[in-house]
């Protein structure tokens, strides 16, 4: 069983910085490949950014790409995603997930096994 905890969220103006945070626990973080999503009121959840367990490669749809990045320090069990030039649209509760190995899907919900329980994160514009 993985345990994750996501952290950092919070309310930002646009344009500005922000850091999430996602700890594990429960297995050997090493293993695990992280995907982060999001999910605005009334929207299905979407993809935003994936690291493997090596960390490398990283996947990230066209929409965050240059904005969005994933990284892993596996001394501290956490991925990361800092989101820089954030704008209203960005606005959600961000999910980061996990996958043994490889998720079966790296874009897709059901492509991962395990799910932190969210961070909020607002953009004012």
């Known amino acids: 069983q993985v345990h994750l905890v996501e952290s950092g969220g919070g309310l930002v103006q646009a344009g500005g910085s922000l850091r999430l945070s996602c700890a594990a626990s429960g297995r050997a973080f090493a293993d695990l490949a992280v995907g982060w999503f999001r999910q605005a009121p009334g929207k299905e959840r979407e993809f935003v950014a994936g690291?493997?367990?090596?960390?490398?490669?990283?996947y990230y749809p066209d929409f965050v790409k240059g904005r969005f990045t994933v990284s892993r320090d596996n001394a501290q069990n956490t991925v990361y995603l800092q989101m820089i030039n954030v704008k209203p649209e960005d606005t959600a509760v961000f999910y980061c997930?996990?996958?043994?190995?490889?998720?079966?899907?790296?874009?897709?919900?059901?492509?991962?096994?395990?799910w932190g329980q969210g961070t909020q994160v607002t953009v004012s514009s």
């Open positions: 690291i493997s367990w090596s960390g490398s490669p990283t």
């Open positions: 997930a996990a996958a043994l190995w490889s998720p079966r899907s790296w874009s897709t919900s059901a492509g991962y096994d395990y």
